[in-house]
């Protein structure tokens, strides 16, 4: 009965909930300049205490998750494995040339210890001699003049 009175654009719409009719909402008049940059900074505030939010939250249960641990190892083999590798090396070598190896193999590590020192003794050196060759160019230059 007059229902498409009501219906007509500025009139009060259909309100289901409360069973009768319920004013228009009126349309927004758009902000100034000055009001949107406000909104904006507040909108741009409550993004960032959200992400410290779930950064804290994160941080918080990090303990609880399970994590993969990244490690160092040899051709992508842990130590298990390289482990059983040099077992079936030992038992296929033998007693008598696993004997020999470690034997050898002390000795290489014996003249390991003597390199620090060797170099070391090498690096003093080369400053003695650049020292001395800076001398003598001071002493011809000298000469010279």
């Given at each position: 009965?007059?229902?498409?009175?009501?219906?007509?654009?500025g009139?009060p719409?259909?309100?289901r909930?409360?069973?009768?009719?319920?004013?228009r909402?009126?349309?927004?008049?758009?902000?100034?300049?000055?009001q949107?940059?406000i909104v904006?900074?507040?909108?741009s505030?409550?993004?960032?205490?959200?992400?410290r939010?779930?950064?804290?939250?994160?941080?918080?249960?990090?303990?609880?998750t399970?994590?993969?641990?990244?490690t160092n190892?040899?051709?992508?083999?842990?130590?298990?494995?390289?482990?059983?590798?040099?077992?079936?090396?030992?038992f296929?070598?033998?007693?008598?040339?696993?004997?020999?190896?470690a034997?050898?193999?002390?000795?290489?590590?014996?003249?390991?210890?003597?390199?620090?020192?060797?170099?070391?003794?090498?690096l003093?050196?080369?400053e003695?001699a650049?020292?001395?060759?800076?001398?003598?160019?001071g002493?011809?230059?000298?000469?010279?003049?």
């Amino acid at each position: 009965r007059g229902l498409h009175r009501l219906l007509l654009p500025g009139g009060p719409t259909p309100c289901r909930r409360r069973g009768g009719m319920r004013p228009r909402p009126r349309a927004r008049r758009p902000r100034a300049r000055h009001q949107r940059e406000i909104v904006q900074k507040h909108k741009s505030r409550r993004n960032e205490r959200r992400t410290r939010q779930t950064r804290r939250r994160r941080e918080r249960h990090a303990h609880k998750t399970r994590r993969s641990v990244v490690t160092n190892s040899l051709f992508g083999l842990g130590a298990p494995e390289l482990v059983v590798i040099l077992g079936l090396g030992a038992f296929v070598l033998g007693p008598d040339k696993l004997a020999s190896m470690a034997k050898d193999f002390g000795k290489v590590a014996g003249e390991l210890k003597d390199v620090p020192k060797e170099f070391k003794e090498g690096l003093e050196e080369g400053e003695a001699a650049k020292a001395a060759r800076v001398l003598e160019s001071g002493e011809k230059e000298e000469e010279s003049a």
